[in-house]
Each structure stands twice: as structure tokens, then as C-alpha cells.
């Protein structure tokens, strides 16, 4: 049996979210961020009747997890498949330092398809689509009833958006999340989409 809904939630504002920089692993989670999840999970709160939160290990995730946790009630399960793409040589960038730094990798991450584009010393797409994949279909099938919330960031969950649409990571970075607050399909560091289960498909 598949749980009764899936909340993609992305973590809460980090430092280096704060400062533009394409975030360190360890980059930890702001002030803000925290107030920003606290809200987002008493807006969650009237939907959720028996929650698991599962994670990234990465230190933002995992706080913003715990916070929700908190509030929400329920267990949480680290997944190191969620956590966020490697970028390399280029993290700790701004847009314009990787731009100067990296012009052939710049003009290459526009495609926003291209599975095959790889960050300087770093990740591939195709290899992060393969383990947000195994994540989803994981935890679509570890049985319910009940919700889960994923926790992840902004470019595993902008391939699973694209994945559940779609079928297909095609414009994955016009649906990946930017909040924490619920806009559709539109997420910033804070931002929560629902997923519901209808007639067994999602």
C-alpha cells in the first residue's frame, strides 16, 4: 500500500542560500530559515494525521526535519539519496564567479535536459536523477497508510517535481522549489508541495 500523501518540503534558508553562494554541504540553516519552517508547519499541521519525515543527512535538511518533527509529530529517517546535487569545484560560487570561473560549464547547465551535464568535479544530472528516483519510488512503496515529507533542496526536488509531472526532467529548474511557503509547484526555502494519491496513480 502507498502512503496516503507525499509533501516535497524543501529546507529552510541556509547561509549560504543567504549570500547566493552554491551551498557547502555543511552550510547551516539561518534564523530565518528556522521561522520560516516553524510557520510552514503549523499551516501543515491541520493535514497531517500520522507524518514521517525523511531527510537529507545534510545539516540544513536534517534541522529543518527535526523542526517539523516537532511540530507535526512523527519519526525521522535520514536518506542520503536526497541530499543536494555535488557541485564540485564550483561550490561557494555566486552565478557570476561560476560564469567566470566556468564559462564552457555556464553555457553548458542552461540545457536544462541535458542528463549528461556535469558539475566541475562534481555530479552528474543522470547520477542524481538515479537516486531521486530510487528515493521516490522507495518510500512510494515502503507502505501506508499515512503522509510522508520528503526534505530535500532545490535541485533533487526540482527532478522530482519534473519526474512526477512529467516523467521526464525536461525544465526541471521551472518547477524546482525557491520558498517554504505553499505556492504550487514553485518552491523557495521554505516551500512544501502536496502530492496526493488518486485512483493508485500520483
Not at 555543511?26 to 520560516?36: A, F, H, K, V, Y
Not at 547547465?109 to 537516486?131: C, F, H, M, V
Amino acid at each position: 500500500m502507498k502512503p496516503d500523501l507525499i509533501i516535497l518540503f524543501r529546507h529552510g534558508q541556509c547561509i549560504d542560500n543567504l549570500h547566493n553562494l552554491l551551498p557547502h554541504p555543511n552550510s547551516p540553516i539561518t534564523e530565518q530559515g528556522r521561522l520560516d519552517v516553524i510557520q510552514a508547519a503549523y499551516l501543515l499541521k491541520p493535514h497531517l494525521k500520522s507524518p514521517s519525515f525523511i531527510t537529507s543527512p545534510f545539516p540544513r535538511a536534517y534541522a529543518t526535519a527535526e523542526i517539523l518533527a516537532s511540530i507535526l509529530e512523527g519519526p525521522i529517517i535520514k536518506d542520503a539519496d536526497l541530499r543536494e546535487i555535488n557541485f564540485g569545484k564550483a561550490t561557494g560560487c555566486t552565478p557570476s564567479q561560476f560564469k567566470d570561473k566556468f564559462p564552457h560549464y555556464a553555457e553548458l547547465i542552461a540545457q536544462s535536459s541535458n542528463l549528461d551535464y556535469t558539475w566541475p568535479g562534481g555530479e552528474s544530472r543522470r547520477d542524481l536523477l538515479k537516486r531521486v528516483k530510487r528515493s521516490l519510488n522507495k518510500w512510494l512503496n515502503i507502505g501506508g497508510p499515512g503522509e510522508i515529507v520528503l526534505v530535500s533542496h532545490w535541485v533533487p526536488l526540482g527532478f522530482l517535481y519534473a519526474e512526477i509531472l512529467h516523467g521526464c526532467i525536461d525544465h526541471w529548474d521551472k518547477l524546482a522549489p525557491s520558498c517554504t511557503t505553499p505556492i504550487a509547484f514553485s518552491v523557495n526555502n521554505k516551500n512544501m508541495d502536496k502530492i496526493e494519491l488518486e485512483l493508485a496513480k500520483w
